[in-house]
């Protein structure tokens, strides 16, 4: 009972929610905040695309945000695609990433 809990198609979309919501807010973050992007991003990839889409005196976030949204995209893409095809070790990606992005709204939340 409990596996087939935990390979339901139920859970499954629910994870998949639960992951794009918190991307969603993150991306919001990052738009709300976009003037000052440039010195409270953490990741170094995302500090070079807001240096690279400057604008003079202030951050423009729109090539972060793009890469950002295309790369969110791809990655529940193929989790999808993985779970579809071997339930078992979708169901370790999808915990993984729940895990990590729980750890994401943590992070955005208590900074």
Do not use: P
Not at 32 to 38: A, I, Q, S, V, W
Not at 68 to 79: D, E, G, P, Y
Request: include cysteine.
């Amino acid at each position: 009972m409990y596996k087939q809990f935990l390979m339901s198609e139920y859970l499954f979309w629910v994870k998949y929610l639960l992951v794009a919501s918190i991307c969603s807010l993150d991306i919001f973050f990052t738009i709300y905040y976009g003037d000052h992007m440039n010195v409270l991003e953490k990741n170094e990839i995302g500090k070079m695309l807001i240096w690279y889409d400057h604008d003079v005196g202030r951050a423009n976030v729109s090539l972060f945000v793009a890469v950002k949204t295309f790369c969110n995209f791809m990655a529940l893409a193929i989790w999808k695609r993985i779970y579809l095809g071997n339930k078992r070790i979708g169901v370790v990606v999808g915990v993984a990433l729940v895990c990590f992005q729980l750890w994401l709204l943590w992070f955005l939340l208590s900074s």
